[in-house]
């Protein structure tokens, strides 16, 4: 059964960069597009990007110049990193996997549970 | 435009039938995607593809599109319906995910 599992730092400064894993267990990253997710405190669910184990990414415009994301295949696992942080970046961050290998569908089928962050001095 | 507009909340009674829309541009030339989301859970995909079920969700989830519009619909509310509800899909000129606002669905 495959699994996903944020892991990171639950409160970050503000301006500083927040760094998030992604640990993928059950199966390969290889082939699938994996998504990051967020939601804001009783808000809605914003799509942050996508990451393939070739490196191809694709980001959210809204958030492009702050966003980085990579695949680490060795240790099945993909990552996120914000910088310059701010309030307004305190939500809930969710990895996610697209339905089927090699293509970009946006039909999530398997969600991590879920990390907290709090962008707070 | 590159939005996805949901009502924001929908009620249904009990083993009644309920439909939570979605409405925009993108919805021309990509399939929506639905997701279920209970409070402090990850959501939950449960129709891809316009009409299709992962296995596991029940049958009393169907789904249909016509135009710049998106349904869900559950027939035969149960009271574990009651969540939130997302759609998505692509923006096909930027060719990246846009989800809906969500609409909160209470079952009476």
């Known amino acids: 059964q495959v699994q996903l599992q944020e892991s990171g730092p639950g409160l970050v400064k503000p301006s500083e960069t927040l760094s998030l894993i992604c640990n993928v267990t059950?199966?390969?990253?290889?082939?699938?597009?994996f998504s990051w997710i967020r939601q804001s405190p009783g808000k809605g669910l914003e799509w942050i990007g996508y990451i393939h184990e070739s490196g191809s990414t694709n980001y959210n415009p809204s958030l492009k110049s702050r966003v980085t994301m990579s695949a680490d295949t060795s240790r099945n696992q993909f990552s996120l990193k914000l910088t310059a942080v701010t309030a307004a970046d305190t939500a809930f961050y969710y990895c996610?996997?697209?339905?089927?290998?090699?293509?970009?569908?946006?039909?999530?089928?398997?969600w991590g549970p879920g990390t907290a962050v709090t962008v707070s001095s | 435009s590159s939005e996805l507009t949901q009502d924001p909340a929908v009620s249904v009674a009990l083993g009644q039938t309920v439909r939570i829309t979605c409405q925009g541009d993108?919805?021309?030339?990509?399939?929506a995607s639905w997701y279920q989301q209970k409070p402090g859970q990850a959501p939950v995909l449960v129709v891809y593809d316009k009409t299709h079920r992962p296995s596991g969700i029940p049958d009393r989830f169907s789904a249909s599109a016509s135009g710049d519009t998106a349904s869900l619909t559950i027939t035969g509310a149960q009271a574990e319906d009651e969540a939130d509800y997302f759609c998505?899909?692509?923006?096909?000129?930027?060719?990246?995910?846009?989800f809906g606002g969500g609409t909160k669905l209470t079952v009476l």
């Open positions: 998505n899909s692509r923006d096909v000129t930027s060719n990246h995910a846009i």
């Open positions: 996610a996997r697209d339905r089927l290998p090699h293509l970009v569908l946006y039909a999530l089928d398997i």
């Open positions: 059950g199966a390969s990253i290889s082939s699938y597009y």
């Open positions: 993108s919805l021309r030339f990509s399939f």
